[in-house]
């Protein structure tokens, strides 16, 4: 599947109809933008279309629709079987678009939250090697002789 840039128009018809929680979060991923509850994305933009995480019932319903697929990020087999690629009409169906939304926030709420990840230890900064030059065989003599 050839890389399809995410329209910069398609940020904030998303972002719009993203329903207002305080558990929400929003970022920026891959060109576009994505949503966040509990540290598991429920949706984002991809393409020229959004993806959405849902349960079984209403993944069942989204991929009932004319044009919807499970999301197969790289296009070579490998799908995210509860993620659905929405029609690419959803997107420019703010109400239709939210209800999804809606729908993906529910489903990902239900999960585990993520725990936190903790900051990476700070590395020791590398040895710089020494610039003083090995002795060879012809100093080790000499010095010997001395």
Avoid: C, Y
């Avoid at 959004?50 to 989204?62: M, T």
């Avoid at 999804?100 to 990902?108: E, G, M, P, S, Y």
């Avoid at 020791?124 to 100093?139: I, L, Q």
């Amino acid at each position: 599947m050839a890389w399809v840039k995410i329209p910069a128009e398609h940020h904030p018809l998303f972002r719009a109809a993203i329903p207002k929680d305080p558990r929400v979060q929003t970022l920026q991923m891959f060109g576009g933008v994505a949503g966040k509850i509990n540290g598991h994305m429920f949706g984002g933009l991809f393409a020229r279309s959004v993806v959405v995480r849902l349960g079984d019932a209403d993944r069942a319903k989204a991929l009932a629709l004319d044009g919807a697929v499970i999301f197969d990020p790289m296009g070579n087999g490998r799908v995210m079987k509860d993620m659905v690629v929405l029609p690419e009409d959803v997107l420019h169906d703010p109400a239709e678009l939210r209800a999804w939304l809606k729908r993906a926030i529910d489903a990902t709420a239900a999960l585990p939250a993520k725990r936190a990840k903790k900051p990476a230890a700070k590395k020791a900064p590398a040895k710089k090697p020494s610039k003083a030059k090995p002795a060879t065989a012809s100093r080790a003599v000499r010095s010997r002789r001395a």
